[in-house]
């Protein structure tokens, strides 16, 4: 299955019905970058009028997952993904759109090779980072991610 933004979101629509109705949209996928976009709303804040951090994780959290759905795509492989760490951080209060993007298509595809040639699960660290309208850095999170073909 080819992965783009409107069948991840049509993916949403019907296994992911929290991640949808909070706006929150894939943007773009290549094999090496993920953009995702959500909007601060009444449905996703918190009492100090900023989106609350777990709306902000789950945008972040797709940024890296549809990158490794994107890998494993390409790849043909049969592959489980399950994050296993999440660490993050704020910098500033989440209000407007903020985009989240995640650059590691790379380490995924790596990760993929090596795990078919070990027969062994791999680990791959991943980094979103949001960013408002203006460009400022709201808040950055990091995923790891196990990653194994399965024989």
Not at 33 to 47: D, F, R, S, T
Not at 75 to 88: D, F, G, I, N, P
Request: charged letters at 25%.
């Amino acid at each position: 299955m080819k992965i783009t933004p409107r069948r991840i979101t049509l993916y949403m629509l019907f296994k992911l019905p929290l991640g949808y109705l909070s706006g929150m949209r894939v943007i773009s996928i290549t094999d090496t970058i993920a953009e995702v976009k959500i909007k601060h709303k009444w449905m996703n804040q918190n009492p100090f009028k900023s989106m609350f951090w777990a709306a902000q994780g789950m945008a972040a959290e797709m940024a890296t997952a549809v990158l490794v759905m994107k890998a494993i795509s390409v790849s043909k492989e049969k592959v489980s993904m399950l994050v296993t760490h999440q660490e993050a951080d704020f910098f500033k209060k989440a209000t407007g759109n903020i985009l989240f993007s995640c650059a590691g298509g790379t380490e995924i595809i790596n990760a993929i090779k090596k795990s078919k040639q070990t027969k062994e699960g791999q680990v791959v660290v991943l980094t979103s980072e949001g960013k408002n309208e203006e460009g400022v850095v709201v808040s950055k999170f990091t995923f790891e991610w196990s990653i194994k073909v399965k024989l």
